[in-house]
């Protein structure tokens, strides 16, 4: 049986089924445990902000300027990145990834001063870009439309789980003593280690495309790759001239996608990178007291992303949900700076269930409006604009608290904007007007 351009189906096709079950079950799994290696060794520095300072003197402007710089690299070799994977394929660039992820998140272990904090976090920023949209383009390869939405938000939630174990994890590993090195050495090491190790395996288990893949069926093989190329060639018949990126880029939905989640990610590494700074000012905490306490908003996000999730599947309104989800993100930042260190981290609990619903919620709209052709390229694109929040949330705030000694200004200032993304969020359309594809696909080049 043919599958549409939807996805719907006349009536099932068991070959095909029975291959996309197969392939999720042999593909989710490992890039949900890649995303939370990539996640933990991203943000493990906020649990070691206080060791930094007192072993290398690196203060509260310096700890969020180096926090901040690993989205420069990691912007501005994003989109080189996923354009040399569509190259050589996601097989070998997603495992190239994550060994000089992995290689250089262990040498975080060595730094000495400033300067080494910030040439590697720089690095580790070069080296993750292409991650994200490179697991985009895998699943654009291997799965058909109507179960690629799922299996994105399945890979997203690998991030919340990250943020969950990442502070027990952190916690004990800074116990570990010896050698010469201190926990927070030990810990760096430890985890960029473990994604050197991990890379290994993904080069064995993945494989390039369908075809090569010796645990389906000839029969799975050709159904899927069928599927696949029964949908696109429906969407070229649909608009026959291929977008120009370079025009897609003057799409002002396209501006408003990356406005959107860069705000959202403002919130999020705000969060990420001062929550354990928060926790600590709470009494006196053990390492792993504050990991443990690190994971109940993050636990309370997840319980927030499948909620959102299964009532944006009942009552469809994407934006409606994501405004619902950043009004509760704004409400819980505001309520932060109202209280003491007890009660901010309660607000910031009841604002984890907004900011990464939020997020996980955003997607299905770029998805939903952009041509397939040229997905990868743009989402790639949405992604390394957005995560120049992680940039500007602790930088700011780490100036913050050189400066004033308080980040209560950075909170107004991610609830202000969480309601600003709220209300530009409905100017954000699920699809393309009939008028601006046309003018899209006349400003294109021509074949010859």
Same mark, same amino acid.
């Given at each position: 049986?043919?599958?549409?351009?939807?996805?719907?189906?006349?009536?099932?096709?068991?070959?095909?089924?029975?291959?996309i079950?197969?392939?999720?079950?042999?593909?989710?799994?490992?890039?949900v445990?890649?995303?939370?290696?990539?996640?933990?060794?991203?943000?493990?520095?906020?649990?070691?902000?206080?060791h930094?300072?007192t072993?290398?003197?690196?203060?509260?402007?310096?700890?969020?300027?180096?926090?901040?710089?690993?989205?420069?690299?990691?912007?501005?070799?994003?989109?080189?990145?996923?354009?040399?994977?569509?190259k050589?394929?996601?097989?070998?660039?997603?495992?190239?990834?994550?060994?000089t992820w992995?290689?250089?998140?262990?040498?975080m272990?060595?730094?000495?001063?400033?300067?080494?904090?910030?040439i590697?976090?720089?690095?580790?920023?070069?080296?993750?870009?292409?991650?994200?949209p490179?697991?985009?383009?895998?699943?654009?390869?291997?799965l058909?439309g109507?179960?690629?939405?799922?299996a994105?938000?399945?890979?997203?939630?690998?991030?919340a789980?990250?943020?969950?174990?990442?502070?027990?994890?952190?916690?004990?590993?800074?116990?570990i003593?010896?050698l010469?090195?201190?926990?927070?050495?030990?810990?760096?090491?430890?985890?960029?280690?473990?994604?050197?190790?991990?890379?290994?395996?993904?080069?064995?288990?993945?494989?390039?495309?369908?075809?090569?893949?010796?645990?389906?069926?000839?029969?799975?093989?050709?159904?899927?790759?069928?599927a696949?190329?029964?949908?696109?060639k429906?969407?070229?018949a649909?608009t026959?001239?291929?977008?120009?990126?370079?025009?897609?880029?003057?799409?002002?939905?396209?501006?408003?996608?990356c406005?959107?989640?860069?705000?959202?990610?403002?919130?999020?590494?705000?969060a990420?990178?001062?929550?354990?700074?928060?926790?600590?000012?709470?009494g006196?905490?053990?390492?792993?007291?504050?990991?443990?306490?690190?994971?109940?908003?993050?636990?309370?996000?997840?319980?927030?992303?499948?909620?959102?999730?299964?009532?944006?599947?009942?009552w469809?309104?994407?934006?409606?949900?994501?405004?619902?989800?950043?009004? =509760? @993100? *704004?409400?819980?930042? %505001?309520?932060?700076? &109202?209280?003491?260190?007890i009660? +901010?981290?309660? $607000?910031i609990?009841f /604002?984890?269930?907004g900011?990464?619903?939020?997020?996980?919620?955003?997607?299905?709209?770029?998805?939903?409006?952009?041509?397939?052709?040229?997905?990868a390229?743009?989402?790639?694109?949405?992604?390394s604009?957005?995560?120049?929040?992680g940039?500007?949330?602790?930088?700011?705030f780490?100036?913050?608290?050189?400066?004033?000694?308080?980040?209560?200004?950075?909170?107004y200032?991610?609830?202000?904007?969480?309601? =600003? @993304? *709220?209300?530009?969020? %409905?100017?954000?359309? &699920?699809?393309p007007?009939?008028? +601006?594809?046309? $003018?899209?696909?006349? /400003?294109?080049?021509?074949?010859?």
């Open positions: 049986m043919k599958t549409s351009i939807s996805g719907m189906q006349d009536s099932v096709d068991p070959t095909l089924a029975s291959a079950s197969k392939v999720k079950r042999h593909v989710l799994p490992l890039f445990i890649m995303f939370i290696v990539n996640y933990i060794d991203r943000v493990n520095i906020g649990f070691v902000r206080t930094m300072e072993d290398l003197g690196i203060g509260a402007a310096a700890y969020g300027f180096g926090a901040g710089l690993f989205f420069i690299g990691y912007a501005l070799f994003e989109v080189p990145s996923n354009m040399l994977l569509q050589v394929g996601a097989r070998i660039w997603l495992t190239r990834i994550m060994f992995g290689i250089v998140a262990a040498c272990a060595f730094i000495q001063n400033e300067t080494h904090f910030y590697l976090r720089f690095l580790l920023g070069v080296a993750e870009a292409g991650f994200f490179g697991v985009i383009y895998y699943f654009t390869r291997w058909p109507v179960e690629r939405g799922k994105i938000a399945i890979f997203l939630s690998g991030s789980v990250a943020s969950l174990i990442s502070g027990p994890l952190s916690g004990l590993l800074l116990q003593n010896g010469g090195m201190h926990g927070w050495q030990w810990m760096y090491f430890i985890e960029g280690m473990f994604s050197v190790c991990l890379c290994v395996f993904v080069w064995f288990w993945l494989d390039a495309k369908p075809h090569d893949a010796k645990w389906l069926s000839r029969a799975e093989q050709d159904a899927l790759v069928s696949i190329d029964d949908e696109q429906a969407r070229e649909a026959p001239i291929r977008p120009s990126l370079g025009k897609l880029l003057k799409d002002r939905q396209i501006i408003l996608f406005l959107i989640y860069f705000f959202i990610q403002l919130t999020i590494y705000a990420t990178f001062w929550l354990p700074s928060i926790i600590k000012k709470m006196e905490l053990s390492d792993v007291q504050v990991g443990l306490f690190n994971s109940i908003p993050w636990l309370l996000s997840i319980v927030g992303m499948y909620a959102f999730a299964s009532l944006s599947a009942k469809k309104h994407q934006q409606a949900w994501v405004a619902t989800a950043l009004l =509760i @993100a *704004a409400a819980g930042m %505001f309520m932060s700076t &109202t209280g003491g260190p009660f +901010a981290f309660v $607000a609990c /604002a984890a269930l900011f990464k619903s939020a997020s996980s919620l955003f997607w299905p709209i770029p998805q939903a409006y952009l041509d397939a052709r040229i997905a390229a743009v989402i790639a694109l949405i992604n604009v957005g995560n120049l929040g940039f500007v949330a602790p930088t700011t780490g100036l913050l608290e050189q400066h004033t000694g308080s980040i209560q200004g950075g909170l200032g991610l609830a202000a904007t969480s309601i =600003i @993304a *709220a209300i530009i969020v %409905f100017a954000a359309r &699920t699809t007007k009939p008028a +601006a594809e046309k $003018a899209v696909a006349d /400003a294109a080049p021509k074949h010859a």
